[in-house]
């Protein structure tokens, strides 16, 4: 009992905690013009948001980071494709059937709800409740329930709604059965507007669909990754949340074409001894429901992760999101439960990080195999695939598919012919599954020219004989890390967020440097035009150094700026006094955390700071080789 009250008061402390995390950052973020809500003036639109001057470079800051950590380091092909995209593409990927959330509607005002997000808030609300006086079998039934909302399908969702009483939540009046909704945006292509297209939901069907172009760049080699970063679109029912669920965002996707017999990676080393947080199906299964530290490595020896490409790709997640801020103790990758996952997909994880709201999905990490490149084969009529050239001829067992032009002329007329074409271009894996029909005496169903066609053995015969080949064509599998930008750079906020213990109205926000919108605010101490000019110049030398800086000649006082450049997350300040004018040409050298200052040359401390920003120098070795200046009296930071 004694422990179940501690823990308690832990998790109210832990709330106060993230509350005022939550509360103190926000302020700070839409005052500093971090980020603020979208059409302002007209009243703002849900889930649209604009990025000010330092949001704006720590996106860009971050995105580039991104780019380098992945894209330069894995040589990966990068595009871009258009936001606009065609009906046909997004149809064949299955976004146009099954792209949907489930939807709630008040009863008497009509106003639209996300079904999962009452449920959870109604199940989160009811085991946070101390009146609630649940029996251990009913919490445990409501946990259970809650770490499956994911899994459920729309009836399971009204069912569990209706058993747990939920209402509107504003109102508190009843609300519909869930309906899908799907969230794609609609448009029209072209003057008449008789081609319809929608923004796209996501940016890799842009990759997918150039893969037999971006194959023969690359040489016709696998395996090998494209990336794309770029906006995506989707109506979500209801946005909340700031940055975390909009209607608008910035992607950074990855596919990764590997052969579906040979998924070991030849960089895996490098990231098998990394240890993060895995919560895998086991775990959440438990009793317990806890994440546990294991490295790569054991994980994959023990088929916890799939393969090693795959967990070669959440070791380097986990370093680049503990790279740019994230903490790694509020960091796990959970592993996708049986029913959540994708019928074709192989494995699925999620990289999810606590903050003010919980834990949130930042990047998904699949193991997606043939099933995206397949339906686009299809869709398109042109084969997506590989050729592997084998070291030696091999005898195999094939299946040879031979269409009955006659009798398919016959059947379907003139609206056979798209059959036809799609019959010649059956691969081993379609015409596996067709045969298979025929043997258990059934007809088997092939979609071509926009419609399902019947197909029997009278009309399509597969026989079984052997060849000699020296190599094969192959559909590749794929493997998709995808990252939300907006999500990541709102917990990295948070995680940066802290306030002064000498003064909790002095907020600061501990960006690493590489992040930082700037990496150097120039003081002059005092209003006069020399410290002005040289300040300026010291400025112009960090500009040529690469370093984005700003100088503040408001003339108020050292520590009111101090304040205000560490409430942008500003890592170093440079004061420029009377001492580097009449005396030995210094300025001292502040650094946020620990409000440290030295005392550099002028002419030196641009390449300093450049050296501290790269991370080729610590600030420890700063203080050890510079000396130290005192705070003046008004620095009361």
């Known amino acids: ?138 919490k445990s039934e409501a946990e259970d329930v809650l770490a499956r909302i994911d899994e459920l399908d729309g009836p399971g969702l009204g069912a569990a709604l209706t058993k747990y009483g939920v209402k509107a939540p504003e109102t508190k009046n009843d609300i519909s059965a869930p309906f899908p909704f799907n969230l794609m945006f609609k448009t029209s292509i072209g003057p008449k507007g008789d081609t319809v297209g929608y923004l796209r939901p996501e940016t890799a069907q842009g990759i997918f669909v150039n893969f037999k172009d971006l194959l023969y760049y690359n040489g016709g080699k696998l395996p090998f990754a494209a990336a794309q970063i770029g906006q995506s679109y989707r109506n979500e029912i209801s946005p909340r949340a700031g940055l975390l669920r909009v209607r608008e965002f910035t992607q950074a996707e990855i596919e990764h074409f590997v052969n579906p017999d040979d998924k070991d990676h030849p960089k895996f080393a490098s990231v098998q001894d990394v240890t993060p947080l895995l919560f895998s199906c086991a775990l959440q299964t438990n009793e317990a429901k806890r994440p546990e530290a294991m490295s790569l490595g054991d994980a994959v020896a023990q088929k916890i992760i799939a393969n090693q490409t795959l967990a070669y790709f959440i070791g380097r997640t986990y370093l680049f999101l503990v790279g740019i801020g994230i903490a790694s103790e509020r960091l796990r990758f959970r592993q996708h439960l049986p029913n959540e996952m994708a019928h074709y997909a192989e494995d699925c994880w999620d990289a999810e990080v606590e903050c003010s709201y919980g834990w949130v999905e930042c990047v998904g990490l699949a193991d ?35 269409p009955n032009k006659a009798a398919i002329g016959k059947q379907f007329k003139k609206e056979g012919k798209p059959l036809q074409e799609s019959l010649d271009a059956l691969t081993q894996e379609d015409a596996a599954c067709i045969k298979k029909s025929f043997d258990e005496g059934k007809p088997a169903t092939v979609s071509a020219g926009g419609r399902d066609f019947e197909v029997t053995p009278a009309l399509l015969d597969i026989k079984q004989e052997e060849q000699k080949l020296s190599g094969r064509k192959f559909t590749p599998s794929v493997i998709e890390p995808s990252f ?86 500003v890592p170093y300040d440079i004061t420029v006094d009377r001492t580097t004018i009449d005396g030995d040409g210094s300025v001292t050298l502040r650094e946020r955390d620990t409000t440290a200052q030295v005392r550099v040359h002028q002419d030196a401390v641009a390449e300093l700071v450049q050296q501290l920003v790269t991370g080729a120098v610590t600030w420890q070795m700063v203080l050890d080789t510079h000396p130290a200046q005192q705070p003046a009296a008004e620095d009361n930071t």
């Open 484 to 569: 939300g930008i907006g999500r990541i750079i709102y917990c990295m906020f948070e995680h940066a967020y802290y306030a002064r213990e000498s003064n909790e109205d002095k907020s600061v926000f501990r960006f690493k440097a590489a992040v930082a919108p700037l990496k150097a605010a120039v003081f002059p101490l005092v209003q006069q035009p020399e410290l002005n000019a040289t300040a300026r110049s010291i400025s112009a030398a960090l500009t040529r150094a690469g370093l984005a800086n700003t100088v503040d000649t408001t003339g108020t006082t050292i520590g009111k700026r101090y304040a205000r450049t560490d409430e942008l997350g």
């Open 368 to 402: 997606r195999s043939a099933y995206d490149l397949r339906a686009h084969s299809a869709a398109s009529k042109t084969p997506l695939e590989a050729y592997e050239k084998f070291a030696e001829p091999r005898y195999e067992q094939v299946l040879v598919a031979k």
């Open 1 to 138: 009992m004694a422990s179940a009250a501690k823990a308690a008061v832990e998790a109210v402390q832990d709330g106060v905690k993230k509350l005022a995390v939550k509360e103190g950052s926000t302020n700070v973020l839409e005052r500093r013009l971090f980020f603020i809500p979208s059409f302002k003036i007209y009243g703002s639109v849900a889930g649209f948001y604009d990025f000010g001057p330092p949001g704006c470079a720590i996106k860009q800051n971050v995105t580039q980071l991104w780019r380098q950590h992945f894209i330069l380091e894995e040589s990966m092909l990068e595009v871009e494709c258009p936001a606009v995209t065609p009906e046909a593409v997004l149809k064949a990927s299955g976004h146009v059937d099954r792209f949907t959330d489930f939807m709630v509607t008040d009863a008497k005002t009509g106003d639209c709800h996300r079904a999962d997000h009452l449920l959870k808030a109604a199940l989160e609300a009811l085991l946070e409740d101390p009146k609630a006086g649940l029996m251990p079998e009913k």
